[in-house]
């Protein structure tokens, strides 16, 4: 049996993800799984919270580096320059909660800001009155900025990729005809299919992902919060 339309719609890019997406969304609908359907809906629609998510994508975790506008010694200014956190502030944790970034926005936003002139200035804007409270006398920071390369969103893009491709893969082993978009017969023609097809698409995508629970880190992070790092 040759593959179906579907994957190779995706592998010759023939058609956007988002397509795919919802292509997928009415197959994977006959089985029934809502951890599946929340992880279609987080790449279409975008992840709104971290606490609604069953797992947030490791993938979506992504590290910017600060820059910004800064005075040494007040009177040599620097513009748009990398900001020396660690002689601003010591703790290591507070550093990654401010270069860390949990990009939530679905996958066609992403697509059209790489596909955008200001890919390559991505930001996330930190509040000026924190900049302020951790300034020094000899290193006044006047604002700052964690820019987020390029590359680093151009790797969400190919691992969602990476995934549908394995998912589809995995239905093409137990269904045939996905390009009808409707397994729900043969899964009534053999129900033992639809829980192992499900266990089998729900460890390719939650693979590495962070659950969210009452003592998780990234849930209760009040530096995050407050800097909107749950974007």
Not at 44 to 50: A, F, N, P, S, V
Request: aromatic share 6%; hydrophobic share 35%; with cysteine.
């Amino acid at each position: 049996m040759g593959r179906s339309k579907l994957l190779i719609d995706l592998v010759s890019n023939n058609t956007d993800l988002e397509t795919i997406l919802l292509r997928l969304k009415i197959i994977l609908s006959d089985l029934g799984d809502q951890r599946i359907a929340g992880w279609i809906k987080g790449e279409l629609e975008g992840y709104k919270t971290i606490e609604e998510s069953e797992g947030f994508p490791s993938y979506r975790i992504l590290t910017g580096y600060p820059e910004g506008t800064f005075v040494v010694n007040g009177s040599t200014r620097y513009r748009n320059q990398q900001v020396p956190l660690e002689s601003l502030i010591e703790s290591k944790e507070t550093r990654e909660n401010i270069t860390t970034l949990y990009f939530r926005d679905n996958i066609r936003s992403i697509q059209y800001i790489l596909s955008g002139d200001q890919r390559d200035n991505y930001a996330k804007p930190i509040p000026t009155a924190f900049c302020h409270s951790i300034s020094r006398y000899d290193l006044q920071l006047l604002t700052m900025n964690v820019k987020v390369p390029s590359s680093q969103l151009e790797q969400i893009v190919s691992h969602v990729k990476s995934k549908l491709v394995e998912i589809i893969m995995e239905l093409e082993k137990q269904f045939e005809n996905l390009d009808d978009l409707d397994i729900r017969a043969q899964i009534e023609e053999d129900s033992t299919k639809k829980e192992q097809v499900s266990i089998n698409i729900e460890k390719i995508i939650y693979e590495g992902s962070i659950e969210i629970g009452d003592n998780n880190h990234v849930k209760n992070s009040r530096i995050g919060k407050m800097f909107g790092r749950d974007r």
